[in-house]
């Protein structure tokens, strides 16, 4: 099956960037949606950023808007992330997730999504 890898995650102070990759041992243009959640300690997984392939159209989270940017670069079968003005709020675990299937539910449900990677801890200091 297919396998995602994250990496990119780290330490930084508030208001700086960071850019999380999301590596697929697949070809991701196969995958209907691509997307990445974060999760708090202690809470579920929270959908930050989705990229719907076919049309190439993304979708964000409010808290995130303006700030994140999700991309995909097909030759390199690889999902990005990139963040600035980063806050304490946007700490967590990140995880990159693909729907294979078009499952056709909301992009921010863990539902449409039936590959997940490991994750990468991402930590904004004050």
């Known amino acids: 099956q297919g396998q995602l890898v994250e990496s990119g995650g780290g330490s930084v102070q508030a208001g700086g960037s960071l850019r999380l990759s999301c590596v697929a041992s697949?070809?991701?243009?196969?995958?209907?949606?691509m997307a990445w959640f974060r999760q708090i300690p202690g809470m579920g997984r929270e959908g930050v950023a989705a990229?719907?392939?076919?049309?190439?159209?993304?979708y964000y989270d409010d808290s995130v808007r303006g700030r994140f940017t999700i991309s995909r670069d097909d030759a390199e079968r690889t999902l990005y992330l990139d963040m600035s003005d980063l806050k304490p709020e946007d700490s967590g675990i990140y995880y990159c997730?693909?729907?294979?299937?078009?499952?056709?539910?909301?992009?921010?449900?863990?539902?449409?999504?039936?590959?997940w990677g490991q994750g990468t801890q991402v930590t904004v200091t004050v």
């Open positions: 997730a693909a729907d294979s299937r078009a499952f056709g539910g909301a992009w921010t449900s863990e539902q449409p999504y039936n590959y």
């Open positions: 697949m070809d991701i243009s196969k995958y209907y949606l």
């Open positions: 990229l719907y392939t076919a049309i190439d159209t993304t």
